[in-house]
Structure formats: C-alpha cells, structure tokens
C-alpha cells in the first residue's frame, strides 16, 4: 500500500492511497485542480481514481467533489446521513456503514464524532498492509481501540494547541465547539490515542488537520513525541502534513 496526504486543513482536505489493484482517495476538499496536480506530481492520473471516500460532508472536506465526479466518475463510498447533507446528486455511489471488501481491500469504517449528521474514520488493509485514517473527531470511543492497534500507518488528526486555542482570537463559542466531543482532536488527546494504538508494527504516522491559528506542526510533534516517549514507544518516522504542499509517497 501506499499513501499520500495531498492537503491537510482548515482550506481542504485530501489523501491518496493505493493498492495493488485499487487507487482511491479519502475526501475531496480542495479544488479538483489542485487535486489534479497533487495527483499528477506523485505520478498518478486523475483518471485513475476508482473511489472517493467521505469521512464528513464539512465543505472542507468536500468543496471538490463535485466537479472531481463529473470529470473522472469514481465510485462514491458514503452513509445515507452524508448523502442526505450533500447539496448536488450523485450517480455513482455505495453506502458504507460496516466492514467489506472491494477488489483486495479490507474496509473497516469507524464511527467517529463530528458536529455534523455523520462521521467516520477508516482502517484500510490490503496483503497484510494497514492504514488508519481518522480526522474531524472530538474523540475515539473506546469500544474500537482493539481494531485500531498494531497498525502500520496513521494518518491521524492533531488539530490545536488547547493553550493556543484558549488564548488565541477565536470567539469563545467557536472555541467550546472545537474544545467539545463533537470538534476536533488536540495535540495531547491525540499523542494518547496514538500512544495507546502504536506497535513495533507501526512505521510511520503522518499527523493531519493542523489548525494554522491555534497550532504549530512544532507543538504537534513535540507531543506526540513526548507522549510515546512516556509510554516507552517509538515510531520511526513522523510526518507533519501541510495545507497546500503534499506530503512524500509513503509505502508501507
């Protein structure tokens, strides 16, 4: 398998992925142009794009969509609740709510929680490979920390500093929905996440949706760091995705 997040942020959101067989991307935030030269600088072809799969429907995470469908056609893999929050009609899509198999990938989807209808983060798994994508969630429900260990890849939200946000310009209605279960994950709640879900498996974590007001990819790292550190874990590499510049090809 491999991956790559093509934008991460407040402005747009995207990841590639790859299997053997299949090319797919998770959400289509940003614009289709920029998607087309993200995909084009790391070798691919828009027009091989199989799938689009929809965490939420927040414009961030679907502004592109739209025109990215009616020039490639990609199957799109979604809930009844997104549909129903999407203002445009789709052709071609598959509702999505429990584990199953497309060509040689595993889909595994896990409910996450956002302000919005519904949400979901994915563990992909293809020839023994696994990615875990998680974004857009005010926290993980303890009942999938089993699913979610021992993964080789996690692409994995760390939105804001919680100091930075509380002192930042942010309204404080705009701070609490962020702060709440139903917002974003912070540096701290997502080291622990990832602290308790690493292995000796894991080989690389990419950390997404930094909040370019009320965090730095510095604060990001240092946490996550500091909280493996602490429970004696180490993952050999780390990776601070950006808004408008794509992250290396990672294969794992």
Same mark, same amino acid.
């Given at each position: ?11 747009? &959101? ?23 030269? /993200? ?10 794009? =199989?799938?689009?799969? $929809?965490?939420?429907?927040? #414009?961030?995470? +679907?502004?592109?969509?739209? +025109? ?7 199957? #799109?893999?979604?809930?009844?609740? =997104? ?12 509702? %999505? ?7 040689? $990938? &595993? *889909? +595994? ?6 302000? *919005? ?35 080789? $890849?996690?692409?994995?939200? /760390? &939105?804001?500093? #919680? ?10 209605? $705009? !701070? !609490? ?13 997502? /080291?622990?996440? %990832? ?14 949706? %930094?909040?370019?007001? &009320? ?10 760091? /500091?909280? %493996? ?5 180490? +993952? ?6 950006? !808004?408008k510049e794509s992250t290396e090809l990672i294969e794992v």
């Amino acid at each position: 398998m491999k991956a790559c997040v093509l934008a991460s942020g407040s402005k747009g &959101n995207s990841t590639y992925i790859e299997t053997g067989r299949l090319k797919f991307l998770v959400d289509v935030g940003p614009s289709c142009a920029y998607i087309e030269r /993200s995909l084009r600088s790391i070798g691919i072809d828009p027009k091989d794009i =199989m799938i689009v799969f $929809l965490t939420h429907t927040h #414009v961030d995470h +679907v502004a592109g969509l739209r +025109v990215f469908l009616k020039k490639y056609k990609p199957v #799109v893999y979604l809930t009844p609740k =997104m549909h129903s929050e999407l203002n445009f009609n789709l052709a071609n899509y598959v509702y %999505l709510s429990s584990e199953t198999d497309i060509e040689d $990938l &595993n *889909v +595994v989807p896990i409910k996450t929680s956002h302000d *919005v209808a519904e949400s979901y983060g994915f563990i992909f798994t293809s020839n023994d490979k696994s990615i875990v994508h998680i974004t857009d969630t005010g926290y993980i429900n303890v009942r999938n920390f089993e699913k979610l260990k021992g993964k080789n $890849l996690y692409i994995f939200e /760390s &939105n804001h500093d #919680v100091r930075m946000l509380k002192e930042g310009k942010y309204p404080y209605h $705009l !701070q !609490q929905r962020i702060l709440s279960d139903k917002g974003h994950l912070s540096n701290e709640q997502s /080291s622990k996440y %990832l602290s308790e879900f690493v292995s000796n498996n894991t080989k690389k974590i990419v950390l997404i949706h %930094l909040s370019e007001e &009320n965090n730095t990819p510095e604060a990001a790292e240092e946490a996550l760091i /500091s909280t %493996l550190k602490s429970k004696k874990k180490e +993952v050999p590499k780390i990776i601070i995705a950006k !808004q408008k510049e794509s992250t290396e090809l990672i294969e794992v």
